[in-house]
């Protein structure tokens, strides 16, 4: 019996297989380790002591920690307020963006003109419009017609800033939706009202949980928009952050502990709605 041998270099290309992958995880861990870095310094900053915190050593692993920050932060009184500030701003105006940018992304994948997708896609362009440039502008208005209302105010301004993008990327996914379905269910007598809350919007869960989540932070997290138009009582959570820089210094653990607390309902968010934004990342590209 006559056994044949494979050539010496058949074995290089699994070794180099490999050398390949283990050389790929070690680079996603250096670069996971690179993203973490920061979380881990407000994390662990808002358990430190002043002491440690203004010590010229750093310490990163190796300190005694301390809820001397959060008993700070909530003891002063006014962090519930704020919250509550926070989501009614936040959830208020995700919620009009995702009504208002469905119905407009809506008729636009249906209406049929020329231009309809450079339209879609333009809207975008707006969105690149930084928050700080509409600032002073913004507070010339509201000042000059003596608006009160700062609720109502920053609402209308995040719903504004946030259509651009809900449009353009709920667009895409109503235009994978087959017109089929809406003209099935208008033969079986529902009223367009119900085609569009009972057919499409089902259909469209996993577009609208991505932007929930984009326009949700945003809103969230917004700060020069927030500072210039809110009194002591409708300060949201960044704007409450800035009061601990103060003439005396800079309280860098109850600004991350702050930082951290306003961290947790975005990642809640994110964490409970990621097959959502996996399905919708994935299924969510725009058609010419």
Request: proline share 6%; net charge positive; charged share 10%.
């Amino acid at each position: 019996m006559t056994q044949t041998s494979s050539p010496a270099g058949a074995a290089t290309p699994v070794y180099r297989r490999r050398n390949n992958g283990i050389f790929h995880y070690v680079v996603l861990i250096v670069l996971s380790l690179i993203c973490l870095a920061p979380i881990w310094i407000m994390i662990s900053t808002s358990f430190k002591p002043d002491v440690a915190v203004q010590s010229s050593t750093p310490m990163w692993f190796f300190f005694v920690p301390t809820l001397d920050n959060y008993v700070n932060i909530f003891g002063r009184g006014n962090f519930d307020r704020y919250l509550g500030n926070s989501l009614i701003i936040a959830l208020s105006s995700t919620l009009l963006t995702l009504l208002a940018g469905g119905l407009c992304a809506y008729a636009l994948a249906r209406a049929q003109f020329r231009g309809r997708s450079f339209l879609a896609n333009g809207t975008l362009l707006i969105r690149m419009v930084p928050p700080a440039v509409l600032a002073i502008p913004v507070f010339a208005i509201v000042t000059g017609f003596a608006i009160d209302a700062d609720f109502v105010v920053l609402i209308l301004l995040y719903t504004a800033l946030n259509l651009p993008f809900a449009i353009w990327l709920l667009f895409g996914f109503y235009q994978q939706i087959p017109v089929e379905l809406e003209e099935a269910a208008i033969v079986d007598g529902a009223s367009p009202l119900q085609v569009f809350f009972q057919v499409l919007m089902p259909l469209m869960k996993s577009g609208y949980a991505v932007a929930a989540i984009f326009t949700f932070r945003i809103a969230w997290n917004e700060f020069i928009l927030a500072l210039l138009l809110t009194g002591r009582q409708s300060r949201t959570l960044p704007v409450a952050t800035s009061t601990f820089i103060t003439d005396t210094g800079v309280e860098w653990g109850r600004i991350m502990a702050m930082g951290t607390l306003i961290a947790i309902p975005p990642l809640l968010f994110t964490f409970f709605a990621a097959r959502q934004i996996i399905a919708g990342m994935t299924a969510g590209a725009v058609k010419g």
